[in-house]
């Protein structure tokens, strides 16, 4: 209905707005009366006078709107098609500022906007931004929004700094520190000071945004700021991670506290850069409890490879969490590289049924071509403890020529859920071809319990020419079995390839019964 405003007749909108009313849905009824108000509807906007003056705070705020936008409607167009006078657009404003003294989150919002275009009252910038901030943090996203846009706007870093204040106390507020950056970088002194200020109580995004800032140091007035701290700091002597630098160590900081920000700069700066600096602060951060730092260490570990730092990789996987796939990935690497360390940890965990260690082992046994069963069965006891890439990997060598990963998959699917079946028989199939006796028993068993997509499949791997099982008698037995099960494959099969026996082995069955005559098929 609301999609549908603009072709609705004035006084559907008022019926529709009483209906939703009786319906104890007010809300929603007075949006429909506010509708057919801005339309010229008198009997809505009495009804919605009637009910402000009574104090209702949806009445005060819908009525308000629709002065304000009568008002702006007449004032566009020049014309008064629409009753109204400018005491009615000034009684607008008065019953959103009475909706918005109860803390109508709407109302404040819509005031403010007001405000904000000079809207019947003069331009108010200030209080603009202050009514969006109350509405802002009841939740109101619009009032958020209005309050990005306006910061990305205005070329005023004082009005820019008051927004990002209020932002702090919003879920954006971690956007609002990035804000705080650009206009200490623009020379506000007071949004540097604030950024200072959050930083010292240890919030992350501050320590990493602050670091950023001191990381201009050609701009005038953050290379004063820095010295400055910087001569502070080694008069102190607080420095408790980083003795070479305060700056650095507030990205240390930063890191320690799982700033994703923080450990991915550190991250790209020693891989991509080698930079000892970043790698030894995601090992202390990685010391002081940061997780992120720790996978970030074994992401590093894995893209440098690195022999020489095998036995460092090893002190912090083997302090980790057994439950962490980078760990183990990087294990599975380590093994590939010879490192007798890495693999005796992949075969002790894989007995201790972890599943990453289970799925890793798998691959590095599956990649020397050895023990092929004892690398599917590791997959499948992963896969069954819910491991996704595990499932995937041998989905991917299923599709290979690999007899074992047929079977394992097909096998797998079967246990997963019987809506895979049908995808499941066709593994087995390709692999009951080859020769594999478990496959073709698995197919056997469900063909005797008289099911049709096995009874196909099972028929197909004796018919197969190049079959190691080929046998054109269990052929045609079993895809009529399927085919007396209306499976439309099987019946497709016999037509195209087994004809003459189909019609002579059906034929001798219904003269058996007595009813071949009246059989118009055969």
């Not at 707005?17 to 057919?36: C, S, Y």
Request: aromatic share 12%.
């Amino acid at each position: 209905l609301e999609d549908a405003t603009f072709d609705i007749n004035i006084e559907q909108k008022y019926k529709i707005g009483i209906f939703f009313r009786d319906q104890g849905q007010e809300n929603l009824g007075l949006f429909w009366l506010k509708e057919a108000t801005i339309c010229g509807h008198q009997e809505s906007k009495n009804l919605l006078e009637e009910l402000a003056k009574n104090d209702n705070i949806e009445a005060q705020y819908n009525l308000g709107v629709a002065k304000i936008l009568i008002f702006q409607i007449n004032k566009f167009y020049k014309s008064c098609f629409i009753a109204c006078c400018s005491q009615d657009s000034k009684n607008g404003i008065e019953l959103l500022q009475q909706a918005s003294n109860r803390n109508h989150s709407k109302a404040e919002f819509q005031l403010g906007l007001c405000y904000l275009n000079a809207i019947i009252v003069k331009q108010n910038t200030i209080k603009a931004i202050n009514l969006f901030k109350k509405s802002a943090e009841q939740g109101n996203r619009e009032a958020k929004d209005y309050l990005h846009l306006m910061i990305k706007t205005t070329d005023n870093t004082d009005i820019k700094h008051e927004i990002a204040y209020i932002l702090l106390n919003t879920e954006d507020r971690k956007k609002a520190f990035e804000y705080l950056k650009n206009i200490a970088l623009s020379g506000n002194k007071k949004s540097l000071g604030l950024l200072k200020k959050e930083a010292s109580s240890c919030d992350s995004d501050a320590q990493y945004n602050l670091y950023l800032i001191y990381l201009n140091t050609n701009i005038a007035a953050i290379k004063q700021d820095y010295l400055q701290e910087k001569e502070y700091y080694s008069t102190q002597n607080c420095l408790k991670y980083y003795k070479r630098d305060f700056a650095f160590e507030l990205l240390i900081k930063s890191a320690i506290q799982d700033n994703t920000n923080a450990v991915t700069l550190l991250f790209k700066e020693a891989l991509q850069n080698n930079s000892i600096d970043s790698f030894n602060a995601l090992k202390i951060a990685t010391e002081n409890g940061s997780k992120k730092s720790r996978d970030a260490l074994f992401e590093y570990f894995f893209y440098k490879n690195d022999k020489n730092m095998y036995s460092q990789a090893m002190h912090y996987i083997k302090n980790s969490t057994k439950e962490n796939p980078l760990a183990f990935s990087l294990l599975l690497k380590m093994a590939k590289n010879s490192n007798e360390a890495a693999l005796n940890m992949l075969k002790e965990e894989s007995k201790n049924n972890n599943k990453y260690a289970q799925y890793n082992y798998g691959l590095y046994l599956i990649y020397l071509n050895q023990n092929n069963e004892l690398a599917f069965n590791l997959l499948e006891a992963a896969i069954k403890k819910g491991h996704q890439p595990a499932l995937e990997m041998l989905k991917k060598l299923a599709n290979t020529e690999n007899i074992t990963a047929k079977y394992t998959y097909g096998n797998i699917l079967l246990t997963l859920n019987e809506k895979y079946k049908d995808l499941a028989y066709g593994f087995l199939r390709d692999a009951a071809i080859k020769g594999h006796e478990k496959s073709l028993k698995i197919l056997q068993s469900r063909a005797n319990d008289e099911d049709a997509s096995a009874q196909y499949e099972l028929g197909i791997s004796y018919a197969y020419q190049d079959s190691l099982i080929q046998n054109n008698n269990e052929a045609i037995k079993w895809l009529i079995k399927a085919g007396e099960k209306n499976h439309a494959q099987a019946k497709d099969f016999l037509e195209k390839n087994y004809l003459f026996q189909y019609i002579l082995i059906t034929s001798r069955e219904n003269i058996k019964k007595d009813s071949f005559k009246e059989n118009t098929n055969y």
